[in-house]
């Protein structure tokens, strides 16, 4: 009997437990296709186009304040509902139903006409400083955008009226070369605007699309199950095994204590496989696109990384389960540690470039996340191997370190329970 | 006789706990075995120790004449090991579970499936066989466990308390099993703290006591060192805690045992003693409502060599 007969004897075994728990599959299969639907539905929404929920209450009575409110219509920035009442808005936009208001005030309709100053109110509603930020510029953009089309406008007119009434300025002015009608033209149109400015979005090279964005996500999504899976494997390696009353047994039969840990390792590594198979179709079915291409060793490169972000997992988990006693402890530990290191260490959303300070310069020398974004960057951005085979031997290194020490653990409790 | 499992001058400290103290034992191949021990005794230290999980801190084990700290792999194969605990796996059925230990030793797929049928038999679990364990009585997740510590045949079974826990009706089936593998040549040895278990199925028990083994010998030797004592039961309708006061002094070695409202005490010649012991207990205000007058157990012996009872 060879230990790899062993191993994967004690793997099957495992795998067949796994496959027949209802929390396990929930965590393995449920929860990762829970992730990337909401991926596809919530945070990469099919259509880019934001449209604001905008209120508008006018105090005047003219009719450039229907002009107005036109525009924000036909901009498709907003949807615009129009209020009566001035609190009765302010109160709308303060309890979130509204993202932005807008104030005309009394007079707004004669002074514009008159070609007088006028003034305009916008209020933005503050959700959190992100969104606030891409309110305030949205509305920023539409008023800077609306006031320019109607200064050319003024201007348009002036110039109409100059040409009626200002009769000695010809274009064969004898004044002077510049003080003619087209150069003052021009000029009343500078007035008016100044400097024509265009700002224009570029993506990068690579995620130019939906289907970039989801298969990012979707690679993310493995590296969250090998972070859950790994964690809560190595974490009650030993304890559920005590627990079920087997780990006598197993270690009186010719299994090593590696060869159990091996054995557990690998279907670990199994079921997150299946937990990958069955994320990465969901995926493929909500549009993203996954580059992979067997000919390619930056794909196979890609799928190592997320293999040893898992295998550094358990080596955590295994390091954790000197704490944990009865493997309940070792899951609430799992989860304890799981959810805030989700949202914190750049593996999954926001990602490391977005992360504030110390969590990003954390993320950017934590081997789990270079394994996984190195990993999407490949498998999502569709990368090459340049982008990945630099920091392949960190992640190799790390994963061993920390599944040595876990091992080392891993002895130290297998001895102090073989001895209770 | 061949020995099948030999402790020399075994010891084994955790921290400052002494669990084993120079124990010393040699169990025949093809008895049944018992180490007789209350909880705390150091029976399941023992048990671990041949079957290689833990180490003594002193003395050397060998099972079949092999080192167990030397050559772990080569005692395993001789050994089947029950612990306390059922040893099976709730999510899987029956025929999983075997075909799983079963992989665990170097058995061919066609062979486990024969021993497989052949203990199942054996063991009275044909009509559960396919059904997960997870809704198997406790008798019969014993039962498959026995079974799957049979799988690759060993020729030494060691089982941990195989009985606690388990109804009257499954005790006696288990005893009915144990007895069979007996017939079929196995050596068995098991840590019970019922002594009417270790009488009823051992050949050969040892008595162990805060990690000593306190006696060695069959059930009958070992009774006989209580000696021409008669063992008298008394049940009182109130006792009081004087009650052993008043027994001690007629009591040979003032041994006496207090269980609920039953005094247990060993009288030389009870014709003349046991009217003094009631006349002395209806002096103290305590009415006797029954008197039984019984041979020697094992309880009684492990009374008399330790001074306490087993339970």
């Known amino acids: 009997m060879t230990s790899i007969k062993r191993i994967l004897a004690l793997t099957s075994k495992d795998l067949k437990l796994s496959l027949r728990d209802k929390s396990v599959i929930f965590w393995a299969i449920i929860f990762p296709i829970i992730l990337v639907l909401l991926t596809a539905l919530v945070w990469v929404p099919n259509s880019t186009q934001i449209t604001l929920k905008a209120g508008v209450y006018s105090a005047d009575t003219g009719n450039f304040s229907e002009v107005f409110v036109s525009a924000l219509n036909s901009s498709k920035l907003f949807r615009v509902r129009v209020f009566s009442n001035f609190s009765e808005m302010i109160y709308d936009l303060s309890s979130g139903y509204l993202d932005a208001a807008f104030y005309i005030p009394k007079g707004f309709t004669r002074n514009a006409t008159m070609g007088f100053p006028t003034n305009l109110k916008a209020y933005v509603f503050y959700r959190d400083p992100t969104t606030a930020s891409t309110y305030k510029g949205i509305v920023e953009g539409f008023l800077y955008r609306f006031t320019r089309e109607f200064a050319i406008r003024r201007a348009e007119i002036a110039i109409k009226y100059m040409e009626i009434y200002a009769g000695n300025i010809t274009d064969s002015s004898p004044y002077d070369e510049y003080f003619n009608l087209s150069m003052t033209k021009l000029w009343i149109l500078g007035l008016a605007s100044p400097i024509n400015t265009s700002v224009e979005v570029v993506k990068p090279k690579n995620l130019v699309s939906r289907a970039d964005i989801l298969g990012f996500m979707v690679i993310s999504v493995i590296g969250i199950e090998a972070l859950f899976s790994g964690l809560s494997v190595g974490s009650t390696a030993v304890v559920e095994e005590k627990e079920k009353g087997t780990l006598r047994r197993l270690l009186a039969s010719p299994i090593t204590p590696l060869e159990l840990l091996a054995g557990k390792t690998l279907s670990c590594l199994a079921v997150i496989t299946l937990s990958a198979i069955a994320t990465v179709a969901v995926g493929l079915g909500v549009g993203a696109r996954i580059h992979f291409n067997a000919l390619d060793p930056a794909s196979w490169l890609a799928i190592l990384h997320l293999a040893l972000a898992a295998i550094f997992f358990i080596g955590v988990g295994l390091i954790i389960s000197i704490i944990a006693r009865t493997s309940r402890t070792a899951e609430a530990i799992t989860m304890a540690i799981a959810f805030p290191y989700m949202f914190t260490s750049g593996m999954w959303w926001p990602p490391p470039e977005y992360l504030p300070e110390p969590l990003k310069s954390f993320a950017l020398i934590n081997p789990a996340t270079v394994a996984v974004d190195t990993a999407r960057r490949v498998l999502g951005y569709g990368l090459g191997v340049d982008a990945i085979l630099p920091k392949t031997p960190i992640v190799i290194a790390a994963a061993t370190i920390v599944f040595i020490i876990g091992v080392s653990v891993y002895k130290i409790v297998l001895k102090k329970v073989l001895e209770t | ?311």
């Open chain 2, 1 to 311: 006789m061949a020995n099948a499992l030999v402790f020399r001058g075994v010891s084994k400290k955790f921290g400052d706990v002494v669990a084993l103290r120079n124990v010393d034992l040699e169990i025949r191949e093809g008895e049944l075995f018992a180490l007789l021990g209350p909880n705390g005794a150091g029976k399941t230290t023992l048990l671990k120790i041949a079957v290689g999980l833990i180490q003594p801190s002193s003395g050397e084990v060998r099972v079949f004449d092999v080192d167990v700290l030397k050559e772990s792999a080569e005692v395993k194969k001789l050994i089947g090991y029950v612990p306390q605990e059922t040893i099976v796996y709730d999510e899987l059925t029956g025929l999983e579970n075997l075909m799983f230990y079963a992989s665990l030793y170097d058995i061919p797929k066609s062979v486990a499936k024969e021993r497989i049928s052949e203990y199942v038999k054996l063991l009275g679990l044909e009509e559960y066989i396919k059904r997960r364990v997870g809704k198997y009585s406790g008798g019969l997740k014993k039962r498959l466990s026995i079974a799957a510590s049979l799988i690759h045949d060993p020729k030494l079974l060691i089982l941990d308390e195989p009985t606690t826990g388990l109804d009257p009706s499954s005790r006696r089936d288990l005893w009915r099993i144990l007895q069979n593998l007996r017939k079929l040549g196995k050596t068995i040895v098991m840590a019970t703290h019922y002594t009417e278990e270790a009488e009823a199925l051992a050949d050969r028990v040892a008595i162990m006591n805060e990690g000593r083994v306190v006696a060695v010998g069959t059930p009958n030797e070992l009774k006989r060192r209580v000696g021409e004592l008669t063992i008298v039961k008394i049940e009182v309708a109130n006792p009081k805690p004087e009650l052993e006061e008043v027994a001690r002094p007629y009591s040979y070695g003032g041994k006496v045992l207090i269980k609920d409202t039953v005094l247990r005490m060993y009288l030389e010649n009870y014709m003349t003693q046991l009217p003094k012991v009631i006349e002395g207990l209806l002096r103290a205000g305590v009415k006797p409502l029954t008197i039984r007058v019984s041979e020697p157990t094992l309880e009684d012996v492990f009374l008399k060599l330790t001074g306490r009872g087993l339970m």
